[in-house]
């Protein structure tokens, strides 16, 4: 595998772990925002 291609999945890799992160921080953000009670009728809609 040519180095630039290397490079080039690298930096997807890490952009799409960068989009991970950033969508773990904003879920964790929405659910401490949360009421105990809110969390469980969700748990309990979703099944």
Request: hydrophobic residues 50%.
């Amino acid at each position: 595998m040519g180095a630039k291609l290397e490079a080039d999945i690298q930096t997807a890799a890490r952009e799409a772990v960068a989009a991970l992160v950033k969508r773990a921080r904003a879920a964790q953000a929405a659910y401490e925002r949360c009421s105990q009670q809110q969390v469980d009728e969700v748990a309990l809609a979703c099944g």
